[in-house]
């Protein structure tokens, strides 16, 4: 049932933009859950809350008691944090009234259910949902898998050599190319920036082939993110997925962040088997809205 206009009033008066002042107020909510908020905190840690160097607005839910408890990033992505029911019908009001600006919706699973519920009628159709996605964490290297002592850390002057397979595992991944639009600028600056900050990992051929590649994407205090997890097809089934991440998880474990996460599409079984076999287990799960 829609709300009427008193609970849409109250719901708005209840939210606000954030900015400098609320800086350790929105720091604290982040903390709270590491692992689930990686994404948003580690934007948040690194350049505050200014929407410009941002790249978005965040939105901020206050309890009856004035405390602020739940966050929404409203930037490339719609993010969720710490978002109970009343924040959900909230944050989904203001995002209705503002019309959709995101390429997709990102969060944990069951809020992010609630806010889609909300918002499918203004803003769908969506090209996918995929509405399970667990969250795995690991804060001990693997016992099981031996690290593949050939995956590194890629070097500035192999971006050129890496980008293909970029591309080839977000358009896998995602379902259309990052060169479309502006021909893959924004993409291509995002790659050069992980490698350039020794978070992009790869194992190379003798030929210079790109045989397998994830980068840490997300890095706070408490806890780093994996992502885009790739092998190239015509070696897969060799097990580099499952050796190549015990080498990232170590690497990361000893040099990034003491719990190292990432999520997976519940569908793909072999990548949630590699993953389990390495030391992840599942610690929630998100859900993804793909427009």
């Given at each position: 049932?829609?709300?009427?206009?008193?609970?849409?009033?109250?719901?708005?008066?209840?939210?606000?933009?954030?900015?400098?002042?609320?800086?350790?107020?929105?720091?604290?909510?982040?903390?709270?859950d590491?692992?689930?908020?990686?994404?948003?905190?580690?934007?948040?840690?690194?350049?505050?809350?200014?929407?410009w160097?941002?790249?978005?607005?965040?939105?901020?839910?206050?309890?009856?008691?004035?405390?602020?408890?739940?966050?929404?990033?409203?930037?490339?992505?719609?993010?969720?944090?710490?978002?109970?029911?009343?924040?959900?019908?909230?944050?989904?009001?203001?995002?209705?009234?503002?019309?959709?600006?995101?390429?997709?919706?990102?969060?944990?699973?069951?809020?992010?259910?609630?806010?889609?519920?909300?918002?499918?009628?203004?803003?769908?159709?969506?090209?996918?949902?995929?509405?399970?996605?667990?969250?795995?964490?690991?804060?001990?290297?693997?016992?099981?898998?031996?690290?593949?002592p050939?995956?590194?850390?890629?070097?500035?002057?192999?971006?050129?050599?890496?980008?293909?397979?970029?591309?080839?595992?977000?358009?896998?991944?995602?379902?259309?190319?990052?060169?479309?639009?502006?021909?893959?600028?924004?993409?291509?600056a995002?790659?050069?920036?992980?490698?350039?900050?020794?978070?992009?990992?790869?194992?190379?051929?003798?030929?210079?082939?790109?045989?397998?590649k994830?980068?840490?994407?997300?890095?706070?205090?408490?806890?780093?993110?994996?992502?885009?997890?790739?092998?190239?097809?015509?070696?897969?089934?060799?097990?580099?997925?499952?050796?190549?991440?015990?080498?990232?998880?170590?690497?990361?474990l000893?040099?990034?962040?003491?719990?190292?996460?990432?999520?997976?599409?519940?569908?793909?079984?072999?990548?949630?088997?590699?993953?389990?076999?390495?030391?992840?287990?599942?610690?929630?799960?998100?859900?993804?809205?793909?427009?």
């Amino acid at each position: 049932m829609l709300p009427g206009p008193f609970q849409v009033a109250r719901a708005l008066a209840a939210t606000r933009v954030l900015d400098a002042p609320d800086l350790d107020d929105a720091l604290e909510v982040l903390h709270r859950d590491p692992v689930a908020n990686a994404f948003v905190a580690t934007r948040v840690e690194a350049v505050g809350l200014d929407p410009w160097r941002l790249g978005g607005e965040m939105w901020g839910w206050y309890g009856e008691d004035g405390r602020l408890e739940s966050l929404c990033y409203a930037g490339a992505n719609l993010v969720l944090v710490n978002a109970g029911p009343e924040a959900v019908r909230a944050f989904a009001e203001r995002a209705r009234r503002q019309g959709r600006r995101c390429s997709s919706i990102v969060g944990p699973a069951g809020p992010t259910a609630d806010l889609w519920a909300l918002l499918e009628r203004s803003w769908g159709p969506a090209r996918d949902v995929r509405a399970h996605q667990p969250l795995m964490a690991a804060s001990a290297p693997s016992v099981e898998v031996e690290p593949d002592p050939l995956v590194r850390r890629v070097r500035r002057n192999e971006i050129e050599t890496l980008m293909p397979a970029c591309v080839a595992m977000f358009t896998e991944e995602v379902g259309i190319s990052p060169l479309a639009g502006d021909g893959g600028l924004l993409y291509q600056a995002r790659v050069a920036e992980l490698v350039s900050a020794g978070r992009s990992f790869a194992r190379f051929s003798e030929d210079g082939e790109v045989l397998f590649k994830a980068e840490v994407g997300a890095v706070t205090e408490g806890a780093c993110q994996i992502q885009g997890v790739w092998v190239a097809p015509e070696h897969r089934g060799r097990g580099l997925s499952k050796t190549g991440m015990a080498a990232v998880l170590d690497i990361a474990l000893r040099e990034v962040a003491p719990v190292v996460s990432l999520y997976v599409n519940d569908f793909n079984l072999r990548a949630r088997a590699a993953y389990k076999r390495v030391g992840f287990t599942e610690v929630g799960a998100f859900m993804s809205v793909l427009f």
